[in-house]
């Protein structure tokens, strides 16, 4: 059973605020993502991670970061939000070693709202 | 410049009947494919998959069919029941172990009582 969690659920802000969305798993994944999706759009993976102190920009350019100090936990900042961050953020998780390599374990998402 | 595309936003199928969902890739470096069922509120959740070196992957009502030369993968679902009602993402995988997976814009499926 795929346990990843995401906090907060849904986050009204206003601009300019700093914000830290989290994401942890369980499962001792190794690899680690976070996909930006607007509503009746494809997921875009804005950051991944192969492990601790390793972290990519995806496909999609962000202005967020990320951390990866510990397996378990891969939190993603914005410094200043802005209206135009206003989407859903999936974090996901995957075991290289498992047997199914390419399966992605999603957390249920943070809504953002930047007013 | 989009390599997985559904085309379809939106499907409606009566209840018991087969649904069919479709979806179409560019780049041939796709290795392996995958269907995620998500409904709303909540994130996606894993249906099924194929390998590229396979034609046709089963998992009791689910059926996913990968024709290579077209570039087209479907998902058939049958019996369609009412709780299949959600938006499916098709999803492809390119060769190498980075593991990074590239999303359709997802078909909303509607199961008619």
């Known amino acids: 059973e795929a346990d990843i969690y995401q906090t907060p659920r849904y986050l009204v802000i206003g601009t300019g605020k700093k914000i830290t969305l989290e994401c942890s798993q369980t499962m001792g994944h190794d690899k680690m993502y976070w996909y930006q999706q607007d509503p009746g759009m494809e997921l875009h993976l804005i950051h991944y991670s192969y492990g601790v102190n390793s972290t990519e920009k995806g496909d999609l350019s962000s202005e967020s970061t990320v951390s990866r100090i510990r397996t378990e936990h891969f939190p993603l900042t914005l410094e200043s939000a802005r209206p135009s961050h206003t989407s859903q953020y999936l974090c996901?998780?995957?075991?290289?070693?498992?047997?199914?390599?390419?399966?992605?374990?999603f957390g249920p998402g943070t809504r953002l709202t930047v007013t | 410049d989009q390599q997985v595309k559904q085309n379809s936003p939106s499907l409606s199928v009566q209840e018991g009947r087969i649904s069919i969902l479709n979806c179409d890739y560019t780049n041939s470096m796709f290795d392996y494919f995958l269907w995620y069922k998500k409904y709303p509120a909540e994130g996606p959740t894993f249906l099924i998959s194929i390998s590229s070196i396979k034609d046709k992957n089963e998992d009791g009502r689910f059926t996913v069919f990968l024709n290579k030369s077209a570039k087209h993968l479907s998902l058939h679902i049958v019996p369609s029941q009412p709780g299949d009602s959600a938006v499916y993402f098709c999803a492809a995988s390119p060769e190498g172990g980075a593991q990074k997976l590239v999303f359709g814009q997802g078909t909303r499926l509607t199961i008619n009582p």
């Open positions: 996901a998780s995957s075991d290289y070693g498992g047997n199914r390599p390419y399966e992605q374990y």
